[in-house]
């Protein structure tokens, strides 16, 4: 049995887990919610190691790897779901060495409260600090259990003197409420005008709720949902953390923006300590540019600016539209299940351990809390050992050309 | 390790009384050595100052609260892009962005670039040390390490509140070990912990910490003793009440007054000496009644944390400040509250010349140095990013060498709370190389208990920086001709050329086990990360040695 094992099923990153194997096989997973089952599974990853289709060994996979980039123009390094941040740190230094892009399924997902954040700022907390402190507990637009299972549970359990608001608006009506929302618990008049209509009636049914707590917890979901039939105001981000803020002169508050699982916040973090940006950086000139619209991955794709694709983590867990562009074009796929997922026709395909089930290293929690990962069962080569060893190869080739 | 040979140069090695002697300084296998054989590498350095590698003490370069500082000022950084250095061997080159919080690898080529080595980040939560150790491996060069925060973290002040200080002494020992922190760090002790609960008024040394009877002086007094108690090789650093506010001169000197007699560190005094006497709102600098209180003190020590005009972003575990700072400049905030442990709060800001406070800020910073009896126990900081860049020490160390240049400049800056202040009487002091050569190495080192670094006798780190004498002290100091790190030549004839990684500087104190059995309940009761999975684990380097009869532990 392995105990204190870390789950990246979703972005809470349930640290409680035990695995129980049997034969080397995982036969329960106990704390975790379905999600987190299934996110664990058997453990039985496949191990392959292709090349245009053929069984090949990995050295000789990453020599292929080397060559592939070596022709490439304008390569595009993408961090896919499932990796640590040790691999991660290794694939920022390939994008670096390529004069590559380098995004992650962040672009894809939840940029618009990155683009927020860095232009506001926030008002947050880590999970623990609700869990301990926070009386009032708002669900913006969100059941938890859907996507989080276990955050309810785990960081804001029913208790007595934390009260529950269950917010559920139309995605269209969301930012105007949001924004009377700050205005009224800023303390400006608001009630003299009087104006009508449904934002100002919820906002002003809402805020006496928000201002008694003394310590509010706003959650809300960062992440795009995939069958979003109803698509979310761009402003939204900024309006939740435009209210967060303001809270904050009246009382104390955070905001709680979840996220999905797979050390997505990982990826953010490591990209922003090497690069200075969390997603969406070219390496075209030598040095890091920020290009978070048109050069996010799925823009670059799009108009066929990537003619070399090194994908590191779990492919099938990159949003449909992204995958369908990768699929088009000349690609290295290292990671999860590689040899299973919709790009395993790529040219060279190195099925790795998954981060947190076959590898240890570091991955980050929603909010940024660094946890460890421990592998519970052996699986095929790791992820950032593949990668350091691709970025050696990159590098040298690179230095034999320059000379 | 090859040998190396700096030949001929006018060194300055205050640690071993050696005041601007031309002498050669041998290295090998990265120590400072009596002598190498004749065919060893030779630099030839005659005519030029050899000083020992740079320490800065108090910085903030790797640490979750700096990363997300990083991740508010794409700005800031699309503006001053770095590409990777032409290195000659070894580590792989990385480009990155500069601004003030550069990306990891751009911290280490631009730190060693003006002739540092050695590097401590002044404020890391335990609950975040993976992700600060994570930076450090990405910031090439410089040897770095951590101060670990503590003074609100719930545990701590359960045992204060509880009569309990023996076991909060055994809880900071194996917290320093369970995060590879190198020292205590206590960050307006009970204030965060106020704010969380939404207190908005001054935390004084006798204030009650909500419904506790904790109190800051009662922080300070266990925390002081804890560090002596167990022989670190550097006191409790701390970073006291009411940081920023007008009149927190008195706070600062009853937080001294609270921990006298007793070893111990007060960091950035400069934002912890502003007197207010008219109560109308006016402030007033009270440099000197801080400055005459260390200087008659020797068992305290204190950094200036001075502020440089231009851009700089603050960023702090002290949250509340960086609400009054938001609430002030309305520029962009970010407050992150960390579970049982302390706070996060970051406000870019731009020191102005013609802005009233910012022009009292440069002045009682510069006051605390002009003042000061003993460079060795009042040392340079910026506080950097808050205070500005570390690329602005240079201008700093002019403004300290030349009066001229001083006055002049002190002649553009907003005047209105200068009146009686001791700078616009007039201070003809100006530091020489030595006294340099202390606040910026020798000093930090000294007060850092670190042995092998600030100086150049044998046996010492063999971390030396070699600049080329100017009249213009910015221009000398910030392109140093030379810099070596642990014998390895980094910087040659101005250029990066070898980007070596650094080393840890961490403790690892031995601890009462029976501490750790408190501490899984409370774990298992308040914490969301198991007990099991919070220490980072054992580190490449070892640990440094302690003081005393307490060994190193696990």
């Given at each position: ?18 695995i ?17 089952v299934?996110?664990?599974g058997?453990g ?30 304008r ?73 989080y299972?276990?955050?309810?549970s ?26 009377v ?31 008694a ?40 508050a ?31 000139h ?47 796929v ?14 060279v ?13 570091t ?41 | ?42 630099i030839?350095?005659r ?6 590698g ?75 040390a ?11 060069i ?15 002040l ?30 307006n ?7 969380k609960?939404?207190a908005?008024?001054?935390?004084d ?36 009440n ?12 009853d937080s001294?007054r ?44 204190g ?24 609430k002030?400049?309305g ?43 003993d ?84 046996g ?10 100017d ?47 408190d ?29 005393g ?6």
């Open positions: 049995m392995t105990a204190h094992v870390t789950c990246l099923g979703c972005g809470c990153a349930c640290d409680d887990i035990e129980v194997t049997r034969d080397g096989v995982i036969g329960d997973a106990k704390n975790a919610c379905e999600l987190g299934r996110w664990f058997d039985r990853v496949p191990a392959r190691c292709r090349v245009a289709g053929r069984d090949v060994s990995v050295d000789a996979a990453l020599a292929a790897a080397a060559d592939l980039f070596a022709r490439a123009t390569p595009l390094v993408y961090l896919a779901p499932d990796i640590s941040c040790e691999a991660q740190r290794e694939a920022a230094g390939i994008a670096d060495a390529l004069g590559a892009a380098l995004d992650s399924v962040t672009s894809a997902t939840a940029m618009p409260s990155i683009l927020a954040a860095q232009e506001r700022g926030r008002a947050s907390a880590t999970l623990g600090e609700i869990r301990n402190r926070a009386d009032v507990v708002v669900l913006w637009c969100l059941d938890p259990a859907v996507a299972p276990r955050y309810l785990r960081y804001a359990p029913e208790s007595a003197g934390r009260t529950f608001i269950r917010v559920d608006i139309a995605a269209a009506d969301e930012v105007a409420t949001l924004t929302l700050a205005a009224i618990v800023s303390g400006h008049a608001v009630d003299k005008a009087s104006p009508t209509g449904p934002a100002w009636a919820r906002a002003r049914e809402l805020a006496p709720r928000l201002l707590g003394r310590y509010v917890a706003i959650v809300a979901d960062a992440e795009a949902a995939a069958d979003d039939t109803e698509p979310r105001d761009p402003g939204r981000a900024s309006a939740l953390i435009a209210l967060a803020q303001a809270l904050n002169g009246p009382t104390r955070a905001l709680s923006l979840l996220r999905a699982g797979g050390n997505r916040s990982g990826a953010d973090a490591v990209m922003t300590s090497q690069t200075g940006y969390p997603m969406s950086v070219d390496f075209a030598g040095y890091p540019l920020y290009r978070p619209h048109d050069g996010a991955a799925e823009a670059r794709l799009a108009r066929g600016d990537v003619d070399a694709l090194l994908l590191i983590g779990a492919a099938a867990l990159v949003p449909a539209d992204v995958l369908a562009q990768m699929a088009r074009v000349p690609r290295v290292i990671g999860p299940r590689s040899s299973e997922s919709p790009l395993n026709q790529g040219d395909v190195i099925d790795t351990g998954i981060a947190g089930i076959h590898e240890g290293g991955a980050l929690r929603m909010d940024d809390v660094p946890l460890p990962l421990r592998p519970s069962v052996t699986g095929p080569p790791d992820a950032a050992g593949v990668a350091r060893a691709l970025g050696r190869l990159v590098r040298s080739r690179r230095e034999v050309s320059a000379r | 390790m090859s040998q190396l040979r700096i030949a001929g140069g006018i060194v300055h090695d205050p640690a071993n009384g050696i005041d601007g002697e031309v002498r050669d300084i041998c290295m090998d296998d990265g120590r400072i050595v009596a002598d190498v054989p004749k065919g060893a590498t030779t030839d350095a005519g030029m100052v050899v000083m020992p740079g320490v800065d003490m108090h910085s903030h370069v790797a640490s979750g609260s700096v990363n997300l500082a990083r991740r508010l000022l794409p700005e800031e950084h699309d503006r001053d892009p770095m590409r990777a250095p032409a290195l000659v061997d070894g580590e792989p080159p990385r480009s990155g962005t500069g601004g003030t919080v550069p990306s990891t690898f751009t911290t280490g080529y631009r730190y060693a670039g003006l002739g540092y080595t050695t590097v401590f980040d002044a404020a890391v939560a335990p609950l975040t993976r992700a600060s150790h994570a930076e450090f491996d990405d910031t090439p410089v040897d770095g390490g951590f101060f670990v925060l503590m003074g609100n973290d719930e545990y701590l359960r045992q204060i509140d509880a009569g309990e200080r023996d076991r909060a002494r055994e809880y900071a020992a194996w917290l320093l070990g369970a995060a590879g922190g190198y020292a205590i760090k206590v960050v002790p009970g204030g965060i912990e106020r704010w609960q939404g908005r008024d001054r935390t040394l006798d204030t009650a910490i909500g419904a506790t009877r904790v109190t800051p002086r009662a922080i300070l007094e266990t925390l002081v003793d804890a560090g002596n108690a167990l022989g670190l090789p550097h006191a409790a650093h701390i970073h006291c009411n940081l920023g506010v007008p009149g927190n001169v008195a706070t600062t000197l001294m609270a921990v006298g007699g007793r070893r111990a560190h007060f960091t950035h005094l400069q934002f912890h000496s502003y007197a207010a006497p008219d109560k109308g709102g006016g402030w007033r600098s009270g440099a000197r009644d801080v400055i005459e209180y260390v200087n008659a003190h020797k068992e305290i020590s950094d200036v944390g001075q502020v440089m005009f231009g851009a700089a972003t603050t960023l702090t575990a002290d949250g509340p400040v960086e609400y009054m700072l938001h002030s400049s520029r962009k905030w970010v407050n992150v509250d960390l579970e049982l442990e302390t706070g996060c709060g970051i406000v870019p800001h731009t020191y102005k010349e013609k802005a009233a406070v910012s022009a009292l800020q440069w002045v009682v910073g510069l006051e605390l140095f002009l003042l000061s009896a460079p060795w126990r009042m040392v340079l900081s910026t506080d950097h990013p808050n205070g500005g860049s570390f690329l602005s020490y240079p201008e700093l160390i002019r403004l300290l060498m030349d009066r001229t240049y001083r006055d002049e400049h002190l002649k553009r800056v907003n005047q209105k709370w200068l009146g009686g202040s001791a700078l616009a009487d007039g201070i003809a002091r100006e530091y020489t190389l030595n006294e340099i050569a202390i606040v910026t190495r020798a000093g930090p080192a000294r007060l850092l208990g670190l042995r092998g670094k600030g100086h150049l006798g044998a010492a780190d063999a971390d030396v920086t070699v600049y080329v004498p009249a213009d002290r910015s221009r000398m100091f910030a392109t140093p001709r030379y810099v070596v790190k642990g014998g390895t030549l980094v910087v040659e004839e101005g250029q990066l050329r070898r980007a070596p990684a650094g080393r840890r500087l961490h403790v690892r104190p031995s601890y009462d086990a029976a501490v750790t059995r501490l899984k309940r409370f774990f298992d009761d308040r914490s969301t990360v198991s007990f099991e999975n919070y220490p980072v684990g054992t580190l490449r380097d070892a640990p440094a040695a302690l003081d009869e307490r060994g190193s532990g696990r």
